[in-house]
């Protein structure tokens, strides 16, 4: 969890289920209707394109998502040299293969890096 989101949870009663709620003060009822607000926060925050519908009606888009949002935060963890379980901490993950994706390049990375380092001190 980010310092920033810490700070903003923080003011919660100890107790609360949920911390992202609808405009009404409702958990959002499935993933898809929380996913369609991201989308809107998204919008609002000026992440878009602009298109034209087959209307030829202006419809502005998400340049982002919320998948993209979370593989953003792991990718910073796995290059920053976080382990595997670091980010399945961070999102939440059960499956050791699923958190891999994200540290697998980063890792080779590092490895090559250090196998170029002790060639160089083999010569």
Not at 70 to 97: C, F, N, P, T, W
Request: net charge positive; aromatic share 6%; glycine share 10%.
């Amino acid at each position: 969890m980010s310092g920033e989101l810490m700070v903003e949870l923080a003011g919660l009663p100890a107790d609360a289920s949920t911390y992202l709620l609808t405009e009404q003060g409702e958990p959002f009822a499935s993933p898809g209707s929380l996913g369609n607000r991201v989308r809107k926060w998204i919008v609002e925050a000026g992440l878009c394109t602009i298109d034209t519908d087959a209307g030829g009606k202006t419809v502005k888009k998400a340049a982002r998502s919320q998948h993209g949002i979370r593989k953003a935060r792991a990718e910073e963890i796995a290059e920053q040299g976080g382990s595997v379980y670091e980010v399945m901490a961070l999102l939440s993950h059960s499956d050791v293969k699923t958190a891999e994706i994200y540290t697998k390049k980063f890792e080779r990375a590092r490895l090559a890096a250090k196998a170029f380092g002790r060639r160089e001190k083999a010569t």
